[in-house]
């Protein structure tokens, strides 16, 4: 098991009351037709191709259980709710999410994912994709509909379509995992990085924490200034956001030598692993010093 896998159902285990890296996704879609034995057919070819569809996972022994894909049916629903009112439809599938979210993966048996189709009208489609967060992250989450979708239309042109095996595997990825832990370079690296690293303190010190959820819309006009801005200064706007995060920490704290976490991804620098499916997300930390009395212009050189 990579470290993300491990550290993801041993929160999951640990926290058994609570519905934890439980992916529950709704997609609409349009077919002009919808073949449903084709598409159960494009699922069962994709488990094939995919190891992690067919994976479970022993903790104890760190190690992933790969089935074989006779020992495993991937888990599809349909339910034709055309005949429903758009309200009835809304409650049906409400229901049905409920129920499936009180029914979490357990870890140790596949596949660690499910997925249900919902016939609404003549052409009309909801894919209700649920699986566990380890594994699969946002990006593979969106590489499997997107070839679902492809093999699916293939399948239709030609029963006997097979989609191509990848020239990478997550077996792969874990072998490189393995040996970045293992340099003395990289070890060393961090150590110097972090040397002398104080965690912030945000002022909250309550026996009982409390949480609290803001949220606020803005126009589309301020994404458009933070494009040209960050376009200015060749820049992506996600680096603008980081960049104004960290600063706000730093007037929460008064601290100028802030570290914060950043969510990366790690997947095999190797031919496909952009098309790999699996679980490859990363925390690093970043450290940054902010001078006092430093431009906008240099703060954000200074970030990027």
Known sequence: MSDIETGMCFIHLS???EVLYFEQSIIPVEYARLETDVLEGAIRLLAEKHPILRTAFDLGAHAHIIYRETETKPSFYYRDLSAMGRPEQEQEIGRRLAESRARHFDISHPPLWR???????EHYHLLVFESHHAIL???????LLTELNNTYGELLRDPEFRPGVLAVTYKDHIVEELLRKRSG??????????????????????AEPRRYSVKKKYGKDLLARLERSGGARNMPVKHLFFAAYVYALKMLTYEKDLVVGLVSFSRPAQQDGDRLLGCFLNTVPVRIGVPANISWDRYLGLVE
């Open 15 to 17: 926290n058994p009351e």
């Open 115 to 121: 997925m249900a189709v919902y016939r609404l009208g």
């Open 185 to 206: 370079e990289l070890q060393d690296f961090w150590q110097d990085e972090l040397r002398g690293y104080r965690k912030l303190d945000l002022g909250v010190h309550s």
């Open 137 to 143: 992250d946002g990006w593979s989450h969106a590489s």
